[in-house]
Structures are given as structure tokens and as C-alpha cells.
């Protein structure tokens, strides 16, 4: 006989409240918390050995979660499924700098099918958090620093990891943009300021990808625990935005029972990383003592069930079967090329083909390409092509990792005739020895960055500044390629020819960038994040609570040793940018970048014209893009307004852009359409969006800084649900 509640025909809610009254206290209780499998002894039979775990209730049919990490690739922790590789993409900023919908819709795509492939069917990904701290460790999991940029792509990954049957998982909720003191920090911040940026990121996002589970952060916001955060998850997630989802604790993010649970989270994950237990036998005690209403309980389960009913993990149960690595490797290279930024080129790319000498230098460029430490570590399939053991770190974050995509392997299967050498560059004068002999100089420079470390500066580490400025002074002609996941400072840019951010790109990085060196790719990122000139002029000089240790040998960055005694859960960290984070805050100051948000050249120029402005309830832009260059390309036209800010000072806001291919001579006619929240402020006493009548500049540009053609819109007065 078939079981009620597995009739499709049934709203995801209606399947849910028919299992649940089959469900027993203790089994709904087993359903809010689980472990880590691998520190479980034995691990559960049913555990497909990822970072957690919720078993099922096999007379319901209720399958157990089997959760792995994360939006770049599928981590194996401490490579606890033996030889088990999967497909690395490009990190999360390489993803942003693509700008590309439909591209981050297909990276979804290949992450979950290979999440499921391995027997998974909750992905633990991806972070919108937005980057207001570029020195902090994890930015290159996040796409960026503007709201809507990040909200959309976000979004359209998790809406294509779901097309798998799984549930993917929106983090780290909210406003967890340091990874120093992450765990005591109280990052405080105005209402308003905070629904017009992280939240309105994380808005956007559960619009475009419908997660099935949002994950909370580790820190406080505005005096609570992001986990026991009533404004958070009931007033914002809940009521006003009405998700429908769970809400899960990040690993050892619970810090209570009672009051975790009635401020909205639904489920402690990674139970043995908290004190207690304590979505166990004390929650049960306090439903059956009436501090936990039974009501709040069956809303708990109801949610996690309705995600596995409505993302049809019960309906396609999640079945291991072999992966085509290949053609995910191709999804990986073909983001790792629209994500790599070219920031500056004085006609030396790109290369030919004929070139009879290049010398390559430095950052393991013969063995791989680096890739970012933590929970989102992939390991290669194959394994990797080098690592570096970094001392005082454990597990996923002990080791510097390179995906064994070599590319001084790409540039020689690309060359003809020609004489390409490598050298590590721990010695300049080799370095520069070899590449005075040359016709062109390729210097690799990067950084590791990696969860729970925040980094010590935006400066490369291991005096590469150095090595670059030796190997420019010998040859007229160098190369920089950029493997970092944060913006970094370049004291050597006058004398270097060429520079590309090519981020952390992936399992088939090296081919990636050769492609682009030598032409076979036309480079179209743009930066989603902004490069200052130096500390001075961001929002906070030095990274609040962090202090370093003595120098850790073999160490590839200083070992960042927070004082979390200390600060006694009492460490708060101001926001006075508020809203106005990266290019706007750059706006706001005028202080120089280095380079802007959205910045990236390529190898052949845009023209645009005919900019035609509508007003009214939003703002729409219709403009003419044309390929003015001798070769195919790809544009990325943005459409920036200029709004008073809560706080009566204007504010630059991205509000919409386009991405164009186009053959030579070719010309389009292309429209954008705001999101009318990007044209007002929150009030939080009405509640809700609020825009003012009146006119409002408007600019079409090719970054944040560089206007090309300029107009106004007359908006009319109106006010938005939050």
C-alpha cells in the first residue's frame, strides 16, 4: 500500500503534515540534530562520510541527510572517503568576476550532480556573505561585495544545484565578514544598512534559488548569536521574507536550547563541535516541560521535511553511480576562463604562438594551480598536484593544496617551437637570470587564504613583490598572473606589462589561463570586488581582534592567533560604512582604487551609445553595445544610479548589467531593468522599502569609476513590502 504522504500529487506542505502525524516524539526529535560521521565510532552504516549527518526513520521512509561541503567542489574532510577526488571550480570570487547567470547556473549544475554521485543529498552551499573585509580569509568562497551581483549569482547556483534532487544550503546568515574572532565577534550595524546590503544579497538569492536550508553564522549580530537571532530568523527570514525552508546551525554554532530554538533555528548540525547536545535529550525535556511548545517542535520538523518533499529528495533518492569527470572538468575551465580578469595590458597579450623563449616563474606553476583551505577544500581527482604543509593548522585547513592542472604544461601544449623553462623563483637571481634570456617573462605569484584565518595584509606573501620587480627589471616584457582569493596590493604594476587575476581557478586552471595568455580565449571578467591602494583607505586600516603569533616555520602566511579569552564573547566590531560597502564606500570617501569594481580589460573594446532612460516605479536603461575591435568578445555593461542614502548622502548602487557576446562590428541594443530595492531605503518604521520622488542620475559605465554615457530618471514616490 502506498504511503499517503508519497502522492506527488500533494503540496510539499501537505505531505509533510501527513508524515508528521505518523511521527513519534523521540523520532522527530532524532530528525533536529546529528553528528559528524566520521567522529562517530563506527560510523553510521547509512553515512555517505561527509561533513554531517541526520538519520532517517526507515519505517517512514524518511531518508537519512547525508550533507557535504560545499559550492566549489565536493570537500572530503580529512580524506576520510579514501581516494575519492571530485571536480574543483574556480573559487567564489572567479564565479562573480563572470557576471554570468546562466554560467553560475551551470557550475550549480555539475556540484550537485556530483554531490550526488556520492551519495549526498544536502550540499552545504553557497555563501552570499558579502565582502566588506577584503583581508578576510574566506572571501574567495563569496561572490563579491555588491548586494544584487552576489544575490543573483548565488542564487542561480543554488537554483542548479537543486535540479539534481538535492537541497542545497544559503550561508553563512548573517553579516560574518571576518574570520578573526568569528566565533565571539558582535558585528553591529543599523537595521537599515544592513536589509539595503547582506540581507538584501541574501534576499535576492533565496528569490532566484529557493534553497531548501539557510545556514546561520557563527558570530553575533547586533548583540545575539546569528543562531538565536529572533530579528534574523523569525522577524527577517521567516515572517517577512516567508521562506519556507530549515534553518541549520553552522558546526558548533548552538549555544542553547530553548532560546536557539524559539528565535528560529530548526536543527543543530555537527553536534559534537557544541558544548552539548543540545537539540537532544535537553530539547526533548524542554517540549515535554512546555518550555518549547510541541507547536514549535512539529514547525521545525515540518520545514526540514517540506524541503526533502519539495526538492524531491524523497521522490529520487539520492544513488551512487560513477561520475563523468571529464565533462564536469570542461564546466570548470569553461568558468575558470570568463571568470579570469585581465587588469592591465599594454599590447604584449596576447602571446603568439611563434614566441622562441618563455620563461615561467614561480607559484608551482609546473605542478598546478592553487586553490583556498577549509571546509571547501576539494581534493583533486587523482590527488593533488602539490601540497604544503602549513604547521598549527588541523585537517582541510593544514594543508596549501594545487590542483594538478599545470600551466606551464597548457603554455607548452599551446607553443610550437618554442623553449618554455621554469623556475620556482625562490632564488631571484636565477629568476631573473632566466628571464633576461627570454623573450617573455611569466611570473605566478599567490596567496593562500583559507576559513578561520583572517590574512595579516593585501601584500603577497614571501617577498613575490620582490621576485616580480627582479624579473620586470630583467626582461621588457613580463607577465603576472594572479592566483590569490582576495585582492592583493602590486607596488611593481608600472613595471610590468601585463597582469591577470586568474583567483583560484580550478581543476583546469592551467589550460584556463594559457588559453587566455595565448589568445584562444578572450578574456571578459570583471572584477566583483574592489582593489584599494592600501589599508589606509579601507574601512577598518587593521582587522579588529587580530594579533599574530611567533612565525610559524614552513608557515606560507602568518598564523593569526586571536585572543578569544580574552574579548569574553564581548567583542564588537562597528560598521559604520553601513550599507555603502566596497565601490560605494570608495565613492563615499573618494578614495582612490587601484582597480575598480567591475574592472576588466580584453582583446578587443566596446563602444556604447543611444542611452535611453525610463522612470517611474523602477528605472529602466536601453543602450547600444558594439564590438568597435577586430575580434569576438564579451561585454559587460553596468548601469550604475546615484540615490540619497539613509543617511542623506548620496549613494552609488549597481542596478543592473548585461553580459554581451559579440562578433566584430557587431552591434546590440540591450535593456536593463532595476530592482526597485535598489533605488530606496529601508525604514524600518514603516516597515518596509521606501523611494522618494524625485530625479536620479543615472550612469551606464564599463566599471564603478569609468562612466561612459550618463542620463536621469524621474522616480515616483512608493513604498515595498521588506
Known amino acids: 500500500m502506498t504511503q499517503a504522504w508519497m502522492d506527488k500529487s500533494l503540496s510539499p506542505d501537505d505531505r509533510a503534515r501527513l508524515l508528521i502525524a505518523q511521527l513519534t516524539l523521540d523520532e522527530m ?45 565536493i570537500a572530503n574532510p580529512r ?23 546562466e554560467l553560475a547556473h551551470a557550475a550549480g549544475v555539475m556540484v550537485g550532480s556530483e554531490a550526488r554521485d556520492k551519495g549526498f543529498n544536502v550540499l552545504l552551499g553557497g555563501g552570499a556573505n558579502l565582502t566588506r573585509e577584503p583581508r578576510c580569509g574566506r572571501n574567495f568562497e563569496y561572490l563579491g561585495e555588491d548586494p544584487l551581483l552576489a544575490g543573483v549569482l548565488v542564487g542561480e547556483a543554488i537554483r542548479g544545484a537543486q535540479s539534481n534532487d538535492i537541497v542545497c544550503t544559503l550561508k553563512h546568515f548573517a553579516l560574518n565578514d571576518q574570520e578573526t574572532c568569528r566565533h565571539v565577534v ?34 553575533k549580530v547586533n548583540g545575539e548569536w546569528a543562531g538565536e537571532n529572533d530579528f534574523l530568523l523569525n522577524q527577517v527570514l521567516k515572517r517577512d521574507w516567508g521562506y519556507r525552508g ?58 526540514i521535511l517540506r524541503s526533502l518533499f519539495d526538492k524531491g529528495v524523497f521522490d529520487n533518492p539520492a ?46 606553476a ?60 625562490e632564488d631571484q637571481a636565477e629568476a631573473a637570470a632566466l628571464a633576461k634570456d627570454a623573450d617573455i617573462a611569466i611570473v605566478f605569484a599567490d596567496q593562500w587564504a583559507t576559513e578561520a584565518e583572517d590574512l595579516p595584509s593585501l601584500s603577497l606573501p614571501g617577498d613575490q613583490d620582490g621576485l616580480i620587480a627582479a624579473v620586470a627589471a630583467a626582461n621588457p616584457k613580463t607577465v603576472v598572473v594572479l592566483e590569490t582569493g582576495t585582492p592583493v596590493l602590486m607596488p611593481w604594476l608600472d613595471d610590468v606589462n601585463a597582469v591577470l587575476e586568474a583567483w583560484y581557478p580550478g581543476t583546469r586552471g592551467g589550460e584556463a589561463i594559457a588559453n587566455i595568455l595565448f589568445g584562444a580565449v578572450n578574456p571578459s571578467g570583471r572584477l566583483p570586488i574592489s582593489f584599494p591602494c592600501g589599508v589606509e583607505d579601507l574601512v ?45 564606500w570608495f565613492a563615499k ?50 548601469v550604475y544610479a546615484t540615490v540619497a542614502g539613509s543617511d542623506g548622502k548620496p549613494s552609488q548602487r549597481l542596478i543592473g548589467w548585461a553580459r554581451v557576446a559579440l562578433q566584430p562590428g557587431e552591434t546590440r541594443r540591450v535593456t536593463v531593468t532595476a530592482d526597485a530595492r535598489l533605488l530606496a531605503n529601508y525604514d524600518a518604521t514603516l516597515p518596509g522599502w521606501r523611494i522618494a520622488a524625485g530625479s536620479v542620475a543615472v550612469a551606464l559605465a564599463s566599471s564603478a569609476e569609468d562612466i561612459i554615457l550618463h542620463g536621469s530618471a524621474e522616480l515616483a514616490a512608493q513604498t515595498m513590502k521588506p
Open 366 to 425: 609546473d605542478k598546478g594551480v592553487m586553490s583556498g583551505g577549509g571546509s571547501s577544500q576539494v581534493i583533486p581527482v587523482g590527488g593533488p598536484g602539490h601540497e604544503i604543509e602549513v604547521a598549527g593548522l588541523a585537517g582541510a585547513f593544514a594543508r596549501v593544496t594545487y590542483h594538478p592542472s599545470s600551466p606551464v604544461a597548457a603554455i607548452r601544449e599551446l607553443t610550437r617551437n618554442t623553449a618554455v623553462t621554469f623556475v620556482s623563483g
Open 79 to 101: 580524506q576520510v572517503r579514501k581516494g575519492d577526488g571530485a571536480t574543483g571550480l574556480p573559487s567564489g570570487l572567479s564565479l562573480a568576476s563572470t557576471w554570468d547567470p
Open 246 to 303: 530549515w534553518v541549520m546551525s553552522d558546526w558548533g554554532a548552538v549555544h542553547s536550547t530553548a532560546k536557539a530554538v524559539m528565535a528560529g533555528m530548526d536543527q543543530e548540525s555537527g553536534e559534537q563541535l557544541d558544548k552539548q547536545v543540545y537539540f537532544g535529550a535537553p530539547l526533548k525535556a524542554a517540549v515535554e516541560q512546555g518550555e518549547v511548545p510541541f507547536e514549535r517542535l512539529t514547525d521545525m520538523v515540518h520545514r
Open 589 to 638: 570617501t573618494g578614495a582612490a582604487t587601484l582597480f575598480p569594481f567591475g574592472f576588466g580589460l580584453c582583446y578587443t573594446h566596446f563602444e556604447y551609445a543611444r542611452l535611453e532612460l525610463t522612470g517611474g516605479e523602477t528605472i529602466t536603461a536601453s543602450f547600444d553595445v558594439k564590438n568597435a575591435g577586430g575580434v569576438a568578445g564579451t561585454d559587460t555593461p553596468q
Open 186 to 219: 558582535d558585528a553591529r550595524i543599523d537595521e537599515g544598512a544592513l536589509r539595503e546590503s547582506d540581507l538584501l544579497a541574501f534576499q535576492i538569492a533565496i528569490e532566484r534559488g529557493d534553497p531548501g536550508s539557510v545556514m546561520c553564522a557563527y558570530n
Open 319 to 364: 544513488v551512487r553511480r560513477e561520475t563523468d569527470y571529464a565533462a564536469n572538468a570542461k564546466v570548470a575551465q569553461a568558468a575558470a576562463e570568463a571568470g579570469t580578469v585581465l587588469l592591465k595590458n599594454d599590447g604584449v597579450l596576447p602571446l603568439a604562438p611563434s614566441i622562441r623563449k618563455i620563461a615561467v616563474i614561480g607559484a608551482h
Open 29 to 73: 526529535i532524532s530528525l533536529v540534530h546529528g553528528p559528524m560521521p566520521a567522529m562517530v565510532n563506527p560510523p553510521p552504516a547509512d553515512a555517505a562520510m561527509g561533513a554531517g549527518y541526520i538519520p532517517g526513520v526507515e519505517r517512514l521512509g524518511i531518508p537519512p541527510l547525508n550533507e557535504t561541503d560545499a559550492s566549489l567542489g
Open 540 to 584: 577598518r586600516p587593521e582587522i579588529p581582534g587580530q594579533i599574530f603569533g611567533p612565525p610559524v616555520e614552513g608557515a606560507t602566511l602568518p598564523t593569526t592567533r586571536p585572543d578569544v579569552q580574552q574579548h569574553k564573547g564581548r567583542f564588537s566590531v562597528e560598521h559604520p560604512e553601513g550599507a555603502d560597502v566596497g565601490y560605494r
